[in-house]
């Protein structure tokens, strides 16, 4: 990150989630609410980047974004990187675990899957990693992650 | 085991124990008494064989059960939610043995009552209890699970019979022969998983030239409505029906599994030879479900 020129200005305190999955950048911002706040915010669309071709990038100033609240983002850009930027200088970078169960923000593909038809919040587990694959608890039907839908 | 709902959560060590049950039970080495205790028998979606067997092992064990089947006759049509209707049942009965169309039906059961749950079929998904029986059975007949040439032949892509036997004997270093159409094949999840862990598979789309090495020829249906053209269906059916012929030079032990009802995928000529062993199969049905039963319950013996 530190030799990829970044298109945006610096933040003094906050957080830079770097390598975005390209175009995704917009519902990450949304998973983690923070469109919804007055801080200020910038996001890159479709940066070029040398370790994924295109990227999103998303910079919140006076925000520290956790670990815990980063891996809600795992299934729709799991190469992110966070940075918590503390007086210009980075202080922390992490990566994006990927949990081994998932509930409740993927909706079932299958249309007999009993998640669909009564009043359950759904559950998938994690059945590859790359591509990410998921397996639904119940109708026990495997998508990748492409396939599937989210409610957040 | 607190319920039974899909071989994903059968380990080989319970599989291990419901087969010596099961084997306890029927050579009646044991007595399991279910006296008192009520089974209800929901099958939401009707299945004739799977039921009785089901009512037979029940009684076999002297418990009682209540039956529903088909959706015509209760509460599902006035529109209670599958909920509320297994809530209500689950106050009346101590197991509740379940046939559902709708995939994970078993698994949201589970969950929303107290007292055990057996799968007996959701949609396309799970059948767990013909899996443990074909288990059963193949230990019957083989001695052991252990290190077996199995082929699975006919519809291996919807029938979930196939699906459930291949991932169960995935943990005894089974060899395995697919034989089917080529666009009935075995789904491609269930062949990932094979390699994942390092099975031995080949997929033919015919039997004969490795029928001398099976120790088990597992025979599902083809259905002709799974053919788009009619002319295709009559192409390859005869390569999926089995005959006295084909058992020529098979080997001694060899057996011919089928989870019934047939149409004409056996010939009725191979019912009378040593190697067919599908209606003695549907006997172990009612033994191995006897020993679930015992397991789910913690009957006393
Ligand atoms: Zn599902």
């Known amino acids: 990150m530190n030799k990829e020129k970044l298109k945006v ?8 989630i770097d390598h975005v999955t390209a175009g995704k950048a917009l519902k990450v911002a949304d998973i983690l609410n923070i469109g919804n706040s007055t801080k200020e915010i910038m996001i890159g669309l479709n940066l070029s980047s040398k370790k ?10 006076n925000r520290e974004i956790s670990k815990e609240e980063a891996n809600s983002i795992a299934l729709i850009s799991p190469t992110a990187t966070l940075i918590i930027i503390k007086n210009y200088k980075v202080v922390k970078k ?10 409740q923000h993927i909706i079932c593909p299958n249309s007999h899957c009993i998640t669909n038809l009564e009043q359950v919040k759904t559950r998938f587990i994690l059945a590859g990693k790359n591509p990410i694959e998921v397996r639904c608890a119940y109708c026990e ?12 | 085991m607190k319920h039974l709902i899909s071989m994903q959560d059968v380990s080989t060590k319970d599989i291990m124990k419901l087969i010596d049950l099961a084997d306890k039970i029927e050579n009646k080495k044991i007595n399991v008494d279910m006296t008192g205790k009520l089974a209800a028998l929901l099958f939401f979606e009707p299945s004739t064989r799977t039921h009785f067997s089901f009512e037979t092992a029940v009684k076999k064990l002297g418990g009682n059960t209540f039956s529903m089947s088909g959706t015509n006759s209760t509460s599902v049509k006035k529109g209670e939610t599958l909920s509320d209707t297994l809530m209500t049942i689950s106050m009346y009965a101590d197991l509740i043995v ?33 899996a443990m029986l074909d288990l059963y059975s193949i230990k019957k007949t083989q001695g052991t699970l252990e290190n077996l040439t199995i082929g699975l032949i006919g519809d291996l892509r919807l029938g979930r019979t196939v699906h459930s036997l291949s991932q169960a004997l995935s943990d005894f270093n089974t060899k395995f022969y697919f034989a089917s159409p080529s666009h009935l094949q075995m789904p491609k999840y269930i062949t990932d998983d094979l390699d994942k862990k390092g099975i031995h598979y080949q997929e033919l789309e015919d ?4 029928m001398h090495e099976l120790d088990i020829m597992y025979v599902t249906r083809i259905q002709k409505e799974r053919f788009a053209v009619l002319e295709d269906y009559e192409k390859v059916k005869d390569s999926y029906i089995i005959t006295k012929k084909l058992l020529e030079g098979v080997k001694n032990n060899f057996k011919v599994l089928h989870p019934l009802p047939r149409v004409n995928e056996i010939t009725t000529e191979v019912d009378n030879t040593k190697y067919a062993y599908y209606f003695q199969q549907a006997k172990n049905g009612v ?4 020993a679930i039963i015992t397991e789910l319950l913690n009957l006393k013996y």
């Open chain 1, 9 to 16: 200005d610096p933040i003094k305190n906050g957080t830079v």
């Open chain 2, 207 to 210: 039997i004969k030239e490795v």
């Open chain 1, 52 to 61: 994924m071709k295109k990227k999103d990038i998303i910079k919140v100033e």
């Open chain 1, 94 to 103: 992490f990566g994006i675990d990927i949990p081994k169960e998932i509930k």
């Open chain 1, 141 to 152: 039907k495997k998508y990748f992650i492409d396939e599937v839908k989210f409610s957040f």
């Open chain 2, 98 to 130: 379940m046939r559902h169309i709708i995939e994970g039906a078993a698994r949201f059961a589970a969950e929303t009552v107290d007292v055990p749950v057996i799968n007996a079929g959701d949609g396309t998904n799970q059948h767990p209890t013909q």
């Open chain 2, 287 to 290: 033994y191995m479900r006897q």
